[in-house]
């Protein structure tokens, strides 16, 4: 996960394609019981986000965290809305188009037993709703 976090921070775009799919990998660690991993976990899939094209975030980052959301963990669902907040900021345009399957997927997240998953929930809810430019 190091490796991982150090090959985003440094690489170039050309390692995009390589380390991408990997998401879902760091987003399962983040459930470790390790401390250290759990860290390493979030560092690298924030890398992982941050490095990954605007364009991508429609057909490969979303799917993916939508997937970590049906993870038993807690950790991995809260990383995985922490993740969605962050896409929020970076690519509002493509998170504005996919609203009405983002909304409802993490309004069911607001209800988890985890007072952490709500917050994120809650975090990420808020996020992705100020990408809409629609004052109405």
Known sequence: LLFLRA?????????EPFVVPLLAAALDESGSS???????????STAIVSLAHPLAVSGVI???????????EWRV??????????VA????VQISR????????VT???????????????????AVCNTNENPD
């Open 7 to 15: 090959l985003c921070e440094l690489g170039s775009r050309a390692i």
């Open 34 to 44: 390790s401390s250290s991993v759990r860290e390493a976990a979030e560092d690298a």
């Open 62 to 72: 979303v799917p993916v965290l939508f997937e970590a959301l049906h993870s038993p």
């Open 77 to 86: 669902k809260a990383a995985s809305l922490d993740r969605l907040a962050q």
């Open 89 to 92: 900021a970076r690519a509002p």
């Open 98 to 105: 996919l609203l009405p399957k983002i909304i409802p997927t």
């Open 108 to 126: 069911d997240q607001i209800w988890d037993t985890k007072p952490q998953v709500t917050k994120s929930a809650l975090a990420a809810l808020l």
